[in-house]
Each structure stands twice: as structure tokens, then as C-alpha cells.
């Protein structure tokens, strides 16, 4: 008897720091990547937290410098990678640190890319196979996330509205991953409720999506189900008490492993997000949240098995037959959705009817739809914005 077994295969080369209090690791890390003078990218808002000094504060006290660039926005543009590589050179900075959400991690990353890459970034993108552009001859990074979600702290991505529609695309390398990863929770404790259930809303998106998509990867699978139980047991409590340190460092671990799940690929949910935030500047996590049950009623029947195993691991019990067990997914993220409060609606949120046919067409060739277990179709990507508004 001959048995078919894929070929599989999975590369990680971050190191991660992780546990409440990794930050004072900070000035270590720096030295073994033989660094000196860090460029701390972050947003006002992580500035207005606070965080921004105790990083600072941190590599003051291990003897090292730090300059800091404040210029991202909310969905990363051109402008604030370029005036950042501009700053990185003025201040002589030796490594970048990304500080904050997904978008000072995502330019922190891309800063360190165009700091010796000199095309312009639209031609790094993935989509026309700007990944063979990338060279590892990079300043090193070093990623401190401050929030529980996107993962781009372990991730080879970097997502930046570029182009005339500022449409979002994926910049995407093995070396655009950091050389550190910083894990701390403390740094999440302060994070209002909202923003703990959207962000929690993202690495759930990316655990299932990963585990339920197309392809073979074991590795990433037994990851993303790690990511899921965690998620079940931890994201209702993190949101419902920010000062629960267990369960912010489970949901920071949990993140982590959802983005490394995500080398497998993502599905409809991530394509779909992505122009409510180009078109519509919906905050990412909150745009997957309210399209992931959509969606995974529509993928239900593709990859019902996958479904059923997922629904487990957020923590269902139920029994019977496949249809009913795949369908326990949806229950339980439903009713992860009803405890964290998170919003049901676009419309309420300002996306409106007339945004729905540019948002399809950027959807249908968004890189994360290959990955679906079921093509998502103009028809179906419109019902689908149409059921969530
Ligand atoms: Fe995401």
C-alpha cells in the first residue's frame, strides 16, 4: 500500500523573550544583536500610555541610546516608513525597535527594509513577487508588542496602504521577520476593554483561519489550536479585567502562536478586513470580528472536520454529528463575540452601501483569500459585507 504524505515544511528564526517583566531584557537583546542606539518606533497613543518612557527609561538604564519616531498612523502610509528611514539614518540609529499594535511593529519592520532596499516599497509588494526583491542585509529589529493580536512581532509581513487607492498591500520575506521578539504582558495592562476584545478578535481570526485553511502544516496547525484554547479560556477574562496578568500573558502567548500559525496562510475573513480599513479605516481587529462569523458560515461545509477540531479547542463540548460539531464553532466565537461586547454591524461603524463594490474587488485578489478553504467569488465576498452591515 502506497500512502500519499505531503511534503511539509516550517522555519522560525525569532528568538522570543517572553514572560511578565521581558522588557528589562531590552538592553541585553540589543547587545547580542551588537546594537547601541536604538530608533523606537511607536504612535502617540503608546507615547500618551506612557510606554514610550519606560522603554526608553529601560535602555537608558543598560547604559545604551534611543531616539524616538512617532510618525504612524493608525493604517501605516508611505510617508511614515520614509520619514522614518529618514530619522533612522539623522540619529544614527543601529536597530529598530518596533513599539505598539501591528502598525509601529509593521513600519518598524519596513523602515528596517527600505534603510537599504531603494526601489520604491509598491515594488516589494507580494502580490507581483516583490518577496525576490528582499535581501537579508537589514538593521535588526527588535518587536515589543503592547497589545494581544496582531502578532507581527513573529510575523514575515508588513502590511502598508500604498498605491493611488492606498489599497493595502502585504509586504512579505522570511527577512522581514524580527530578530527579537519582547513578549511582556505588563505592557497590555493598561489597554482599555475595547480595544483587548478587538485586538483578541484578531489572533482568534488568525488561529482559525490558519487552522481551517487550504494546504498542509502541521506545525502551524498544532500552533493555531494552541492558540485557540488559549483564546477560549483567557480573552473573556483579559477584557472583563485588564489587571488579570495571567490571562494578558496567556492571550500575549496566545498571539504569538496564531501569527506564527499564519505562515500556513489565512482565508476570507483577513481579505475581507483588509478594505474595511483601506476603504472604510475600520480598526483591523474590530473588522475581522465583525465579519468572522459571517464567514465561517459560509466556509462551514468546505472544511467541516477542521471546524469541528477548532470548536474543541475554544472549548466546546459538544457532541454528535460532524455538521453539529463544526457548527459549535460558530457558537462559541458568537458567544466569545457576546461576552467581550464586541460590535455586530458596519453600518453603525460608518462603512456605507456605495463602499461595497470597491471593497469587493480589493477583497477577491487580497493575497489572505488563496488561502481559504472555499474561493471566495465577488457574489459571495459582496453577500457577505451586505449580511455584516
Ligand atoms: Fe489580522
Known amino acids: 500500500m502506497t500512502v500519499e504524505i505531503p511534503i511539509s515544511e516550517m522555519s522560525f528564526p525569532t528568538r522570543m523573550v517572553v514572560g511578565p517583566g521581558a522588557l528589562a531584557r531590552l538592553p541585553n537583546e540589543m547587545e547580542k544583536l551588537g546594537t547601541k542606539r536604538a530608533l523606537i518606533v511607536a504612535d502617540k497613543g503608546i507615547k500618551a500610555a506612557g510606554i514610550v518612557e519606560r522603554v ?6 543598560g547604559g545604551l541610546a534611543g531616539a ?15 520619514e522614518g528611514v529618514e530619522t533612522f539614518r539623522r540619529v544614527e540609529a543601529d536597530v529598530v525597535i518596533g513599539l505598539g499594535g501591528g502598525a509601529p511593529m509593521d ?18 509588494d507580494d502580490l507581483i513577487g516583490g518577496d525576490r526583491k528582499i535581501h537579508g542585509n537589514m538593521p535588526p529589529v527588535i518587536a515589543i508588542p503592547t497589545t494581544a493580536g496582531t502578532g507581527s512581532e513573529v510575523g514575515r509581513a508588513s502590511v502598508i496602504c500604498l498605491g493611488d487607492d492606498g489599497h493595502k498591500v502585504v509586504i512579505f520575506s522570511p527577512h522581514m521577520l524580527p530578530n527579537v521578539a519582547l513578549c511582556d504582558a505588563e505592557l497590555t495592562v493598561g489597554l482599555p476593554a475595547h480595544v483587548t476584545a478587538a485586538t483578541g478578535m484578531d489572533a482568534l481570526t488568525h488561529a482559525l483561519e490558519a487552522y481551517v485553511s487550504n494546504g498542509n502544516h502541521p506545525f502551524a496547525d498544532m500552533m493555531a489550536l494552541g492558540a485557540l484554547t488559549r483564546i477560549g479560556r483567557y480573552l473573556v477574562r483579559a477584557v472583563r479585567d485588564g489587571s488579570d496578568i495571567k490571562a494578558r500573558h496567556e492571550m500575549m502567548l496566545a498571539s504569538s502562536m496564531a501569527a506564527i500559525s499564519f505562515q500556513k496562510g489565512l482565508g476570507a475573513c483577513h481579505a475581507l478586513a483588509h478594505p474595511l480599513s483601506a476603504v472604510a479605516d475600520l480598526h483591523h481587529g474590530l473588522a475581522n470580528a465583525i465579519m468572522l462569523p459571517h464567514v465561517i458560515e459560509y466556509n462551514l461545509d468546505a472544511a467541516p472536520e477542521a471546524y469541528a477540531i477548532a470548536a474543541q479547542a475554544l472549548g466546546d463540548n459538544v457532541s454528535g454529528t460532524l455538521a453539529l460539531r463544526a457548527r459549535g464553532c460558530f457558537n462559541m466565537v458568537w458567544s466569545i463575540l457576546e461576552a467581550i461586547g464586541s460590535p455586530r454591524r458596519l453600518a453603525p461603524l460608518g462603512v456605507k452601501k456605495k463602499m461595497i463594490p470597491t471593497m469587493v474587488e480589493q477583497a477577491v485578489v487580497d ?23
Open 68 to 82: 524616538v519616531y512617532l510618525g504612524v498612523s493608525k493604517n501605516p502610509i508611505e510617508r511614515d516608513v520614509l
Open 367 to 389: 493575497a489572505a483569500a488563496a488561502g481559504n478553504p472555499k474561493k471566495l467569488t465577488p457574489e459571495a465576498a459582496k453577500a457577505l459585507y451586505e449580511r455584516a452591515m
Open 56 to 61: 526608553e527609561r529601560v535602555i537608558a538604564e
Open 107 to 124: 513600519v518598524a519592520k519596513t523602515i528596517a527594509l527600505k534603510a537599504t532596499h531603494e526601489l520604491p516599497l509598491i515594488e516589494y
